[in-house]
């Protein structure tokens, strides 16, 4: 078999961030189950030989654009914080966190069957390291608001994420009630209940 063409880190970075980005179109349009690995090629100008030297599997490109997004939306609630290190910091970007999960239901809601279908792709080792990178991300999230916890941290984890997955009943809400406006109520009434200021 030919080698195929040499690529310098540069353009290999380059070719890898054309390919999260179709990526996140085409798993907006499509799905992750009828994206397949050709067209995303195609798109990018690429043979799929290329696309076999940056990624071992599609389901590794998935989690790349999955881990990219979830990076750029860190940066975005942490930037809320620092900015306003205190517990209404946080409620705002809990409700920013909120809204940015509403641009992108096909990465966060676990109960479609094309989300099921990427998700159990995925190798145990994996599954572990998005836990606990959730965990740490929270640690981290309540540090930097200068918060200490009133309860368990595994509370807040899961009061946090409980309240965060009522974006998948927002349908349901908004046939009576602004989603958002409910939203927020909800998270400035929990906020004083998990969390102090230092």
């Not at 509403?102 to 190798?123: E, V």
């Not at 941290?153 to 409910?182: C, P, Q, W």
């Amino acid at each position: 078999m030919p080698a195929g063409p040499v690529l310098s880190g540069i353009e290999r970075e380059k070719i890898k961030n054309r390919l999260q980005e179709l990526c996140t179109s085409h798993w907006i349009t499509k799905g992750y189950k009828k994206t397949s690995i050709k067209e995303l090629c195609g798109d990018a100008g690429i043979s799929v030989g290329t696309f076999y030297t940056l990624y071992p599997a599609k389901e590794d490109l998935f989690f790349a654009t999955v881990d990219t997004i979830q990076r750029s939306l860190e940066e975005q609630v942490f930037t809320i914080v620092r900015n306003a290190p205190t517990m209404d910091g946080f409620a705002s970007a809990i409700k920013t966190l909120a809204r940015e999960f509403d641009k992108m239901p096909f990465l966060y809601d676990a109960n479609t069957p094309d989300f099921l279908s990427f998700i159990t792709k995925l190798s145990e080792e994996t599954m572990e390291k998005l836990k606990s990178d959730r965990i740490d991300f929270l640690r981290k999230f309540i540090r930097a608001a200068n918060l200490e916890l009133l309860v368990s941290e595994r509370k807040a984890h899961g009061a946090l994420n409980a309240l965060l997955a009522t974006i998948y009943a927002k349908e349901t809400i908004s046939v009576a009630y602004d989603y958002f406006m409910v939203f927020d109520f909800m998270v400035d009434g929990l906020i004083p209940n998990i969390f102090k200021e230092r």
